[in-house]
């Protein structure tokens, strides 16, 4: 019956407590003492792992002959029991769901020390996209809009843009690339009014832009449009506000 006592433990009982719910099981009602010796745990002991059981609903007890007796209930009450369980850690990671923001707003709040992960390919570009559609106020952009059109499926590009429409997402652009400030208007109609953008060609802008740089709230998202597409989220209060800075700069200089 070790084994047993041990498979008992994986489902949560401690090991007395698994020790005396298999000897209850193996006499049927007895008194306290018999069990006890059954299962080789002292007879205080006994009475402290029973009253635990009778908690979780696996013994219970009745009067017989003025003595207590104590009764083993059916294994079946087990997988009742751990369905019960995987209920109520359902219910904890949902709470813990709605928890979760409010916590990651207190911590690292400073902004001091940034949080950066990176994602490779075309899927992680649009994984970071679908987590920035969740996150509020305006959004600043400096995106090489070239390279991102040979990089970006149409699909995903139409999705993102109709979620920010929806949202009254405003977002302000800068656009590095060699078509028309007409053309891209047509491009972005859909938009409507939640989007400002200015148009700089490559060659007045004074690096080669294969990527884009947005900024939101406190999150920083840097995209590469290369052959092989890169995504690097960056979480940083204060690099969030020092790019802020310098897309002014940027936006006043683009006019």
């Given at each position: ?15 007395k ?20 010796k ?33 009764i ?93 429409r ?26 409507g ?35 092989s597409p ?19 700069l ?6």
């Amino acid at each position: 019956m070790d084994s047993l006592s041990r498979e008992l433990m994986h489902l949560g009982l401690s090991e007395k407590e698994a020790a005396v719910y298999v000897a209850a099981l193996q006499l049927g009602p007895v008194p306290v003492q018999d069990i006890a010796k059954q299962s080789k745990v002292n007879r205080a002991t006994t009475y402290v792992m029973i009253e635990s059981l009778e908690k979780r609903g696996l013994i219970s007890s009745t009067i017989k002959d003025k003595k207590r007796i104590f009764i083993a209930e059916a294994p079946d009450r087990l997988l009742s029991l751990i369905r019960l369980q995987k209920k109520e850690l359902e219910e904890q990671e949902n709470e813990m769901a709605h928890l979760l923001p409010k916590l990651n707003a207190l911590f690292n709040r400073s902004g001091e020390k940034p949080e950066v992960r990176y994602l490779e390919g075309v899927e992680g570009l649009e994984m970071l996209r679908r987590e920035f559609e969740k996150l509020n106020g305006e959004t600043i952009q400096i995106v090489g809009y070239d390279a991102f059109t040979k990089a970006m499926d149409h699909e995903p590009t139409i999705e993102h843009r109709e979620t920010l429409r929806k949202k009254r997402s405003l977002i302000r652009a800068i656009h590095v690339t060699e078509r028309s400030r007409a053309d891209l208007a047509t491009q972005f109609e859909d938009l409507g009014d939640v989007l400002d953008f200015r148009v700089v060609h490559p060659k007045d802008f004074p690096f080669k832009v294969q990527g884009e740089i947005t900024v939101r709230e406190d999150v920083i998202d840097l995209f590469t449009y290369t052959a092989s597409p890169l995504a690097i989220e960056v979480r940083s209060a204060i690099l969030a506000d020092t790019l802020r800075g310098l897309f002014e700069l940027a936006w006043k200089g683009a006019k």
